[in-house]
Structure formats: C-alpha cells, structure tokens
Nanobody, 113 residues
Framework: QVQLVESGGGLVQPGGSLRLSCAAS????????MGWYRQAPGKQRELVAH?????STNYAVQGRFTISRDNAKNTVYLQMNSLKPEDTAVYYC?????????WGQGTQVTVSS
C-alpha cells in the first residue's frame, strides 16, 4: 500500500522560507513521478511542481519554489523561498503509479506577519 506523509509546514512571515518533505513508502520510489499541489481556502487545488522519476522538473510557480527528490530516502522536497501571503494553502504531495495518483494528507502553510 502506497503511503505519503508530508511534513515541514507551518507559520512563516512574508519573505521567509520553508522546506516541505514527503516521505513515500509501500512502492518502488525511483520509478514514479511525484509532485505537489496546493489548495487555498475557497479555491481549487492547483499544481505547484512536478518531478519525474528521472529528475526532470516542471513548475507552475516559477522562480521561488524548487522541487527535488532523494531516492535513497524515498523523499521528495519542496523548497519554498520568498513566501507571500497568497502562498497560504494546504500543500499536498502526490505520486503517480500505473495510472493511479496517490495523495498525502496535506500540510498547512500559512504566510502571515
């Protein structure tokens, strides 16, 4: 059974940084694409960043966020810099395996002074 557990969210001031982590278990991690979505209150879930099994990346949030993966730790990261209040959302990790998308439980990121 695939399980994804996010961590690293919290309260940060505008301009600050956070690094989210998503630890995967129950599957061969290196083969599969992963990424992050976010959902702000009253809004639809939106893609933040995607990384393939081979390490190629794609971003919907340009310039401030960096996605990476550590295959030895079965973990994908989202480094978020220069955070803005509009980045406030629940951030969800996902993994795509054989046509099925698995989701983590989400981690809250709040950007506020």
């Amino acid at each position: 059974q695939v399980q994804l557990v996010e961590s690293g969210g919290g309260l940060v001031q505008p301009g600050g940084s956070l690094r989210l982590s998503c630890a995967a278990s129950g599957t061969a991690f290196t083969l599969y694409d992963m990424g992050w979505y976010r959902q702000a209150p009253g809004k639809q879930r939106e893609l933040v960043a995607h990384i393939t099994g081979g390490g190629s990346t794609n971003y919907a949030v340009q310039g401030r966020f960096t996605i990476s993966r550590d295959n030895a730790k079965n973990t994908v990261y989202l480094q978020m810099n220069s955070l803005k209040p509009e980045d406030t959302a629940v951030y969800y990790c996902y993994l795509d395996r054989r046509g099925i998308r698995y989701w983590g439980q989400g981690t809250q990121v709040t950007v506020s002074s």
